[in-house]
T-cell receptor, first 114, second 111 residues
């Protein structure tokens, strides 16, 4: 079974631009979560989607947004990029978003903001 | 402030040595997971523990969940270079669908 895929793997943007990252979960998984990973803050939860609805949101500004499509694929968008947004953005999918939170991660998208 | 604190932050040991990584919190978790992440990759799940006091073994790795479900440890016996990586603990709070990750322990095993 194919794993979680994320595109693109690497991205370079400049301050003020916006960016869209894509995530395709494992087939059959309906829950998709997004995390930001930086050397200073570690892995921080951004938001989680299930059946096209955002169910949970971390403590990030409104510049960070996401959505999920009917096929469970998800995108996240960051507008008005800042230097501090440079990070590895990880997507994780889960089959049962209830009490079972075992998540399977993709390889991430490395975003560099210049 | 991180919900889960890991120690040590960095660990460099010789092949064949034993080591223990700790994951501590003041919060109670419904489950706790351990992941290993290698450069350029996402974290890979190693184990999930759900019962206070639970001990799970995965070959040379032993995972323990504290009785009060606030802390966990990972013990590696006879470390090998292939164990090198970033070890992350992650806890799930009751009713939440996201994980809270620890600060991470970067392990280097020298041949």
């Amino acid at each position: 079974k194919a794993g979680v895929t994320q595109t693109p793997r690497y991205l370079i943007k400049t301050r003020g631009q916006q960016v869209t990252l894509s995530c395709s979960p494992i087939s059959g998984h309906r829950s998709v979560s997004w995390y930001q990973q930086t050397p200073g803050q570690g892995l921080q939860f951004l938001f989680e989607y299930f059946s096209e609805t955002q169910r949970n949101k971390g403590n990030f500004p409104g510049r960070f947004s996401g959505r999920q499509f009917s096929n469970s694929r998800s995108e996240m968008n960051v507008s008005t990029l800042e230097l501090g947004d440079s990070a590895l953005y990880l997507c994780a999918s889960s089959s049962n978003p209830g009490t079972d939170v075992e998540q399977f991660f993709g390889p991430g998208t490395r975003l560099t903001v210049l | 402030t991180q919900l889960l604190e890991q120690s040590p932050q960095f660990l460099s040991i010789q092949e064949g040595e034993n080591l223990t990584v700790y994951c501590n919190s003041s919060s109670v978790f419904s489950s706790l997971q351990w992941y290993r992440q290698e450069p350029g990759e996402g974290p890979v799940l190693l184990v999930t523990v759900v019962t206070g006091g639970e001990v799970k073994k995965l070959k040379r790795l032993t995972f323990q969940f504290g009785d009060a479900r606030k802390d966990s440890s990972l013990h590696i016996t006879a470390a090998q270079p292939g164990d090198t990586g970033l070890y992350l603990c992650a806890g799930a709070l009751t009713g939440a669908n996201n994980l809270f990750f620890g600060t991470g322990t970067r392990l280097t095993v020298i041949p």
